[in-house]
């Protein structure tokens, strides 16, 4: 198990290595927009003195490195600096606002990643019979169709002409949590369905390439019966690429919900960072970016982990 | 007597079809078969003989993309043809169990091997998985597999070869079936390891009383299995007779060219004599895989116009020295001298023409040429490197290549590899080393992956083109029948280390070095009670691994 720790620390090392580059990069970015942040902010009307005391007081006037590393060491204690359009804690804002995405994205996820894995499984059981092409088309077509598309079309169906589920994921702080269940059930339905087909295609595909194995025929000439060669056999063989798809998706749900939060008016970071853009809340932008660029690298370091420990050649060695 | 005993398989004109170009092709022409109780059958052929298609049948089971076309099955009173798959599978595994070519690649990866053992008892509630678990552990013990109470706790990756392919052995013990089907067991193995599983299985197979059939190409083995031989070819049989009367008189000329196989043998050169200088020298050479020491102190001499064998088991650093001349592996210490003048240890610092000088041939043709690239640009593209050939004479050249390698140039200059049978693109691997116009070339376990009728053809012609161009060869085997066609002198590796080296008559005549003997003594002979002589000799818990320590 050493080996493992020893693993996990060098890609973890290499991660953090990562999220530095990406910070340059994202700095960078933002430094080589066109214009004056604080002309931007002040508006067209400001006066001359008004816009160099605003630089004077966000600091631009430093060179760029020095206001790199400035930022850079507030991030790694969690604080990004203050807004410029609210003037108030950019972590303050984007803390409540993220955890609604986690949220969000952990409720797809506790319905999705069963779904389409068991689903995965059924449709390499039942392979080229009519079900699996039936379920092939279905989660192609939803895969396929844009998330507001989906997002507008469970709003007709589910909310306007049934009334079952209500339209507007609005939170407030005195609801339960099975009204917060149901109240964010058709933005998260809309999720399921955009990853759902990526992880049962990928269960699928990662099965049937292990069927041509030698093992698998000794399972069938040791009498097991199908289920039991896919389930037993061919499964614990095939995790490793189910679960960097799985991974991949996660990250997805947490980092790529923009459109479905705008639908559903749903209070996630999505929606935090489309506000800011627009707004050229520059210290908000680089403290999502960064956010989404380790949720990514974190995600993608769980499933490398994943991938050794239902690997035993791995875990045990020779 | 033997028609008195009962019947336990009764294969009647079984013909089976495999699906390919989008039709249904007859690749077994109807085959009869019967087998009693207690009886061990020999099925031999080559490739494509249909052996294992049959052995598969007699446990009414295809592989995916074939299907059993006609005939009948009969296995202890049930027609295996009609039955459900559902009560067929049933007797899988615990009446009728398989014992695959590769343990290594037929257990499951991601479970422990006893694990993988009680899995049918257990699903068919023959045994509880406990009772399962104890009596895994008698038959690793009269498998004499190591630590027998221990070993079936480890996963494949963690124990060798020779062991998983007793473990598998057991496995199939398991519900003490009526039949096993032993699908060439050993042909993976070094020979030091299969005489030691071959016991083995003999023993356990006579312990139980177990009927049996053997698929294998090496009639030298089947020799010790089996009571009786069918010998088969292309989907058909060809003749069957008890093992003995097999042995001595066969009567199909097929047979006969089976048995006569092992009979190229060309006359053993020697050295040239004065200060001729060795094509290639390997000097003192030492070398690593990162921290793990592979080669110690490796020299050995190859002079033009002749085969130096590198004989050894898996593991004895043979294909390493094959990298370390060829500059992929540079040494950590010693030389490699080519024509006298020392080569820069790493490829990338050698020249073109040191570089076209030594070329290889490797084992898996299949695997060795690209299946998109054209017949006539695989051969044509080193003569272009190496020679600066283009256009006509590029042709030219190409066309003289596959000339020499006995191929028809107008039927195979725009074919592509998967179009040829293994034993032409065997050829093509040759024809390419050629193209280069080389002094020296490695042919690296060249025919073991061959039919022996095939690889004979090999042999011949590369003994052919090393007298026409005066090529060295330095031929990587673990085979000693092939090192006794071929080679000029003999040199014996184990765990990276030279044991002995010298001219072949001399190698293969007594006295040896204690290692050679055990190689040399290992080999199965085609006389069926060789294997009782020799366990006789070394005693039950000296053969095998045991022996080598």
């Known amino acids: 198990m050493g080996d493992v720790v020893n693993i996990v620390l060098k890609r973890l090392g290499l991660g953090l290595l990562t999220l530095f580059v990406i910070s340059v ?36 006037n430093d060179p760029a490195p020095v206001r790199y590393f400035d930022w850079l060491a507030g991030a790694v204690v969690g604080d990004f600096g203050v807004s410029l359009v609210s003037q108030t804690s950019v972590s303050e804002a984007i803390a409540p606002r993220f955890l609604n995405t986690l949220f969000l994205a952990g409720y797809a996820a506790v319905i999705a990643v069963p779904i389409a894995i068991l689903l995965g499984i059924v449709v390499a059981l039942l392979r080229n019979t009519l079900f699996d092409r039936v379920a092939n088309v279905l989660t192609l077509t939803s895969i396929s169709s844009p998330e507001f598309f989906l997002g507008y079309i469970l709003i007709l169906y589910l909310s306007v002409k049934t009334g079952a589920f209500p339209a507007i994921a609005k939170l407030s702080t005195d609801m339960t949590f099975l009204e917060l269940l149901d109240r964010t059930f058709l933005p998260a339905l809309t999720m399921v369905l955009v990853v759902v087909a990526h992880m049962m295609r990928m269960t699928r595909a990662a099965i049937i390439s292990l069927l041509a194995s030698p093992y698998i025929e000794m399972a069938r000439v040791k009498g097991m019966p199908a289920w ?36 559903f008016v749903y209070p996630g970071i999505g929606q935090l960072l489309v506000d800011a853009v627009t707004k050229r809340d520059f210290p908000v932008v680089q403290a999502c970016c960064l956010i989404f660029a380790a949720t990514f690298i974190l995600l993608n370091l769980a499933a490398d982990v994943g991938a050794i420990l239902t690997n035993p050649r791995l875990r045990y060695k020779k | 007597m033997e028609s008195k005993r009962d019947v336990l398989l009764e294969i009647r004109d079984l013909k089976i079809e495999g699906y390919s170009d989008e039709k249904w092709i007859e690749i077994v022409h109807g085959i009869d078969l019967t087998l009693h109780r207690g009886e061990v059958m020999g099925l031999i052929g080559e490739s494509g003989a249909g052996k294992s298609t049959i052995g598969l049948a007699a446990m009414g089971y295809a592989r995916d993309g074939c299907r059993i076309a006609s005939g009948s099955v009969e296995f202890d009173g049930m027609e295996l043809t009609t039955t459900p798959e559902s009560d067929r599978r049933a007797l899988r595994g615990s ?23 009680t899995e049918t ?26 630590n027998p109470r221990e070993i079936g706790f480890r996963y494949p990756h963690q124990v060798s070869g020779g062991q998983l392919q007793r473990a598998m052995t057991a496995m199939a013990m398991a519900c003490r079936p009526d039949l096993i089907i032993f699908d060439e067991p050993t042909t993976a193995l070094d020979v030091t390891t299969q005489i030691e599983v071959l016991l083995a299985i003999r023993d356990i197979v006579e312990q139980y009383n177990t009927a049996a059939i ?33 042995l001595d008189n066969p009567q199909e000329e097929y047979t006969k060219s089976l048995w006569a196989v092992r009979s190229f043998q060309r006359d053993q050169k020697t050295r040239p004599t004065g200060d001729a200088v060795p094509v290639v020298s390997v000097e003192n050479v030492d070398a690593a895989y990162g921290p793990v020491k592979v080669l110690e102190d490796v020299s050995f001499d190859i002079y033009a116009g002749m085969t130096v064998a590198v004989v050894g088991e898996s593991g004895s650093g043979k294909s390493t020295t094959a990298r370390c001349i060829t500059g992929l592996l540079p040494p950590t210490k010693g030389r490699i001298l080519f024509n006298g003048e020392e080569l820069p240890a790493d490829y990338r610092k050698r020249s073109k023409d040191q570089l076209r000088q030594a070329q290889m041939i490797y084992q898996m043709a299949d695997t060795a040429l690209n299946p998109k690239v054209l017949i006539s640009e695989i051969i044509g593209r080193p003569a272009a490197f190496y020679g600066g050939l283009k256009g006509g004479a590029l042709k030219s050249r ?63 012609l590369l003994d052919r083109l090393q007298k026409e161009l005066n090529l060295a060869y330095m031929f990587i085997t673990h085979d000693l029948a092939t090192v006794r066609s071929i080679a000029d002198e003999v040199v014996v590796m184990k765990q990276g280390q030279v044991v002995e080296q010298g001219p072949k008559k001399e190698m293969f005549t007594p006295p040896h070095h204690p290692y050679t003997d055990l190689l040399l003594s290992s080999v199965p002979e085609m006389d069926p009670d060789w294997l009782t002589t020799v366990v006789e000799e070394r005693g039950v818990d000296n053969i095998g691994e045991a022996a080598k320590t």
Not at chain 2, 98 to 110: C, E, I, K, R, T
Not at chain 2, 122 to 143: C, F, P, T, W
């Open chain 1, 25 to 60: 990069i994202i700095f960078g970015a933002v430094e080589m927009l066109p214009g004056d942040i604080a002309q931007a902010v002040l508006g067209q009307g400001a006066t001359e003195e008004n816009v160099a005391a605003l630089r004077e007081q966000l600091g631009l």
């Open chain 1, 228 to 263: 039991k060669v896919i389930v037993k056999h061919a499964l614990p063989n095939a995790w490793a690429p189910i679960i960097n798809v799985v991974a991949l998706n996660l990250a997805y749900l947490i980092t790529g919900v923009v459109l479905v939060e705008v639908v």
């Open chain 2, 95 to 117: 009446r009728i169990a398989y014992v695959a070519q590769s343990a290594a690649a037929s257990f499951n990866p991601a479970h422990r091997l006893i694990d993988q053992h």
């Open chain 2, 121 to 146: 008892p257990v699903h068919y509630n023959i045994r509880k998985r406990q009772d399962s678990q104890e009596d895994a552990m008698e038959l690793y013990e009269k498998l004499r597999l190591p």
């Open chain 2, 214 to 246: 053997y698929i294998t190409h090496d009639l030298a083995v089947v020799a010790q299995m089996a009571d009786t031989i069918k010998v088969l070819l292309k989907g058909d049989e060809v003749e069957q007779s008890d093992t003995r009367s097999m």
């Open chain 2, 398 to 460: 190409v066309d003289e290549l596959l000339d020499l390698i006995e191929l028809e140039p107008s039927k195979y200059y725009n074919r592509y590899p998967p179009e040829l049978s293994g034993g032409q693109k065997q050829r093509i691997g040759i024809a390419r080393a050629l193209a280069a116009d080389p002094t020296f070339i490695i042919c690296d376990e060249v025919t073991s992956a061959l039919d022996q009728l095939v690889a004979e053809g090999i042999l011949k």
